[in-house]
């Protein structure tokens, strides 16, 4: 596996911009993707403004992924294959790519508390399929709180479980622990995206029903962890 | 809705016990079902020993059914659609059905941290098709660990999530309250079962990677709860 910056692309939306902000408070490196390197700048300066010092930059999508270690994918689901697409040449042998996309109903028209069906599973299983060999796909933070994620003064106060290959689960997994209140949890094979992906369309009908703007997250009960 | 005992059918298996121990423990009527009259006698019996004084009978299935006011369907997967068919004269209008089945892939000789696909969407949807008109369908109870639950003297630390119309969902929230450390969730309409069924199976990969014999629960974070 890859040394490198983590690189969020889509880092200009607000769970991308979320976690920016959250790994840089940590001390980590980060390289802000977007389709327009305008866009990825100004996250970039509005991430260096709420957390002095950050080592952070605003790239386009394709110049954040080359040099980065990690890549979390953080676009809306309808955009997952061709933001793949577009990054392909760009990826290398040992990156890992993170998939958080969520296939909501949202995405065709339909509400964001339904969801829709992907014929290789799951988002996290289409990007495995898009990605070019030995490049690691790994499952997670897709139930985690964009509000809350942002709102740095907190701790967020959710689990992330992590699917995908053991290696690169367990550097991710470590990932979560940069951020206070983020446990990664081990979700073993990557096929158990379908079941995590679609705990968020549960999350998001719970917030609407309990009106928590927040956003409500989830923690598993009874797991040994440190 | 019609008051009566609660029947568990199933009642002899590990979870099934386990509800009606703790429904018992509260001080609610239970009317334990099984195929077989002898087994739910014995079923029954030791309910009594472990919780003394419980209002607790053991019956055939349909006998259970027919003096019940809420029937929890707590049988292997692969049994709902038979229990149902043999049950199905016995029910009423105004009765409430609960659900707690998971289309473990188990069920085919697969592993239980597997899920197979149901054409109705869920277990909970599939007992939704097969019941008389006027009956009303809830999911619930499909994440509790039996061991927690028949483990009397602890806390069961799980959240429910309810699923189906809006009364009867209140009805059965109302009836996760009376055993300590289970909290009812207002979980929506009842195609949320496909998502609360396959948590399941993630919780049982969980219990089998971390080594947690009791069972993993689920708590969800930021709800505002009584």
């Known amino acids: 596996m890859r040394d490198g910056p983590i690189a969020i692309l889509g880092?200009?939306?607000?769970?991308?911009l979320g976690l920016a902000l959250r790994f840089c408070a940590a001390g980590r490196d980060v390289a802000i993707g977007s389709r327009t390197l305008e866009r990825a700048v100004a996250a970039a300066e509005e991430v260096r403004k709420q957390v002095p010092g950050a080592k952070v930059a605003g790239l386009e999508n394709g110049d954040a992924t080359a040099r980065a270690g990690v890549v979390i994918l953080s676009v809306p689901f309808e955009h997952t294959a061709?933001?793949?697409?577009?990054?392909?040449?760009?990826?290398?042998?040992?990156?890992?790519?993170?998939?958080?996309?969520?296939?909501?109903?949202?995405?065709?028209?339909?509400?964001?508390?339904?969801?829709?069906?992907?014929?290789?599973?799951?988002?996290?299983?289409?990007?495995?399929?898009?990605?070019?060999?030995?490049?690691?796909?790994?499952?997670?933070?897709?139930?985690?709180?964009a509000h809350r994620l942002q709102h740095l003064a907190d701790p967020v106060e959710c689990d992330v479980v992590v699917s995908g290959e053991k290696e690169p689960r367990a550097r991710v997994i470590g990932l979560c622990a940069l951020v206070p209140g983020l446990r990664g949890i081990d979700g073993g094979p990557l096929a158990n995206a379908r079941i995590v992906e679609s705990i968020t369309a549960l999350l998001i009908g719970l917030n609407i029903r309990y009106r928590v703007s927040e956003g409500i997250g989830v923690r598993f009960t009874g797991v040994p962890l440190p």
Chains 1, 2 share one sequence.
């Open 11 to 16: 880092g200009t939306g607000d769970q991308g």
């Open 82 to 145: 061709g933001t793949l697409k577009a990054i392909r040449e760009r990826l290398a042998p040992g990156q890992i790519v993170v998939s958080m996309g969520v296939p909501l109903a949202s995405a065709v028209g339909d509400a964001a508390s339904r969801m829709i069906g992907v014929w290789q599973g799951s988002c996290a299983e289409l990007v495995a399929a898009l990605v070019p060999d030995g490049v690691h796909v790994v499952s997670a933070f897709q139930n985690v709180s």
